[in-house]
């Protein structure tokens, strides 16, 4: 059975890219982990969204509130099939938390990553896999926080241009008489 973890948690951290799943995560938690500053938990949520579910089709959200974000993509077996093949059978599933915390200058989004043995059933568990499958999450994080900071900076480009160098409003041309 932990073999079988074992393998959902590389499907789930996208084991294709070689030499990635031994890399660890530097951070101060070691978990995944990215302070944000000049965005809300809101936007910060929605981007997760919009990134999770380009990336890992059939993923879905489970939880949402202002604190945390759940992912979790469901096992392919049909419902019911534990009760008459028995809870072994049942295709774990993988599910991704992300912690939102107000910390001094910004908000800090921390990720969890576990697989869920028999999900479903009474024998459900979870192990926890982030030290497995952390640097995906990681550098999607990473390219959220980029994506919110290049959006800064067009913002700021587009009102630096509307203000003249001289602070001063555009003097209408005088009409000659």
Do not use: W
């Not at 302070?35 to 380009?54: C, E, N, P, S, Y």
């Not at 077996?77 to 599910?95: F, K, N």
């Amino acid at each position: 059975m932990k073999r079988m973890a074992l393998v959902i948690a590389l499907v789930l951290a996208g084991c294709a890219a070689p030499n990635h799943s031994s890399k660890a995560v530097n951070t101060p938690s070691g978990r995944p982990e990215v302070t944000f500053t000049g965005v809300t938990k809101k936007q910060i949520a929605d981007k997760l969204v919009a990134t999770r579910t380009a990336v890992a089709p059939g993923i879905k959200v489970k939880v949402a509130n202002e604190y945390s974000l759940v992912f979790e993509n469901s096992s392919n077996t049909a419902p019911g099939v534990a009760s008459i093949l028995g809870p072994q059978l049942v295709e774990p599933a993988g599910r991704v938390t992300y912690s939102m915390l107000d910390v001094e200058g910004g908000i800090k989004v921390i990720a969890t990553i576990e697989v869920i043995s028999s999900p479903g059933t009474a024998i459900e568990s979870t192990q926890d896999v982030t030290a497995i499958a952390g640097y995906k999450a990681q550098a999607e994080l990473e390219a959220i926080k980029a994506q919110f900071l290049s959006e800064a900076e067009k913002v700021s480009n587009t009102h630096s241009q509307k203000i003249p160098k001289d602070n001063k409003k555009p003097q209408k041309a005088k009409k000659a008489q």
